[in-house]
Structure formats: structure tokens, C-alpha cells
């Protein structure tokens, strides 16, 4: 059983920037960070999760529209962290924002379904003002 926890949401003025950790743990022997197809998703008042960016155990990454060139996604395997960071950052960004981790291989615009993804994060709270 995998567990997730982010860290590095804050308050910031639009234009700043933040760069969210999640910290994966509950490893068997012979599993790893690298095997794990792994996301950060957000959701805000009112608003359906969505998700934000991904990145597959082949290191191939998929953003939606709104954060390309903004957000930048990572993974550092030997710290079984996830990074994702936030550039630039809009009133619009405003979010829980949640990461997420599947032992499954998904592709493309799969990879950004909250579906998709059987462990999940408790969330941090991003809130940049105008």
C-alpha cells in the first residue's frame, strides 16, 4: 500500500512561483518510483478535479493546456519524490492540488484521468492572488 504526502503549497502574489513535493512510502522490496505512473491533479471551490500534469514510468510527461510552459513535472527516483514546478503563477491556479500514483502504464491523455489512479495524496492548498 503506497502512501502520498505533498508539501510546498503556499499563498503567493500572481507572477510568483511554488514548487510542490510528494514524498512516496509503503514500498515493497522490489518496487520503486520508477515503475509508478504519477500525476498532479487540482481541484478548486466548485470545480471538478483535473488534472494538471503527468509523468509515465518512461519519464515522458503530458501537461494540460493551461500550464504548458508554466509547470514543470519531475521525479527524483532516488528520494521517491514527485516535484511539480509552478512558474508564473495566475489567480486561475488556485487550487488543492493533490498528487497521485498508479503500478499501472497509461499513455497520453490517459495518464491525466483521475481514474486512472488508485493512491492519492491528502493535498495542498495553493492560493496566488491578484
Known amino acids: 500500500q503506497l502512501q502520498l504526502m505533498e508539501s510546498g503549497g503556499g499563498s503567493v502574489q500572481s507572477g510568483g512561483s511554488l514548487r510542490l513535493s510528494c514524498v512516496v512510502s509503503?514500498?515493497?522490496?522490489?518496487?520503486?518510483?520508477?515503475?509508478?505512473?504519477m500525476a498532479w491533479f487540482r481541484q478548486a471551490p466548485g470545480k471538478e478535479r483535473e488534472g494538471v500534469a503527468s509523468i509515465g514510468s518512461d519519464g515522458t510527461t503530458s501537461y494540460i493546456e493551461s500550464v504548458k510552459g508554466r509547470f514543470t513535472i519531475s521525479k527524483d527516483n532516488a528520494k521517491n519524490t514527485l516535484y511539480l514546478q509552478m512558474n508564473n503563477l495566475k489567480p486561475d491556479d488556485t487550487a488543492v492540488y493533490y498528487c497521485?500514483?498508479?503500478?499501472?502504464?497509461?499513455?497520453?491523455?490517459?495518464?491525466?484521468?483521475?481514474?486512472?489512479?488508485?493512491?492519492w495524496g491528502q493535498g495542498t492548498q495553493v492560493t496566488v492572488s491578484s
Open positions: 509503503g514500498y515493497t522490496i522490489s518496487d520503486t518510483i520508477s515503475n509508478l505512473c
Open positions: 497521485a500514483a498508479d503500478m499501472r502504464t497509461y499513455t497520453g491523455y490517459d495518464r491525466l484521468l483521475s481514474r486512472r489512479y488508485n493512491y
